[in-house]
């Protein structure tokens, strides 16, 4: 379960990452010191947030498979409920 969870958590860090960057870099008119990361929601560039954010929700709902393994202990135990209540706001936005 672990490593199933840090392979989700990688890719979808870095699928984020990825995406980040490239909003960064599209021709917006959105200044990524000024603006924040929702806009590019607005612009026609929606489809690469849309990207970003479904990829961060892999990350959290990686986290909780993860942790879930790890269930001895109560604190784990609602820290994977935690989490995956994080990941499903998080791809629901």
């Known amino acids: 379960m672990r490593d ?3 392979a989700l958590i990688t890719s979808g860090l ?4 990825v995406a980040l960057v490239v909003l960064h870099l599209m021709p917006s008119g959105l200044s990524p ?7 590019y929601g607005i612009t026609r560039f ?3 947030y849309r990207v970003q954010t479904l990829a961060y929700g892999l990350a959290g709902a990686g986290a909780g498979t993860g942790s879930f393994g790890l ?3 109560i604190f784990y135990l609602g820290m994977t409920a935690w989490l995956v209540v994080v ?3 998080l791809t629901a936005t």
């Open 33 to 39: 010191l000024r603006n924040p990361v929702s806009q």
């Open 14 to 17: 870095s699928i984020g990452v």
């Open 4 to 6: 199933a969870g840090f």
């Open 46 to 48: 929606k489809a690469g």
């Open 71 to 73: 269930v001895e202990r």
């Open 87 to 89: 990941a499903a706001l």
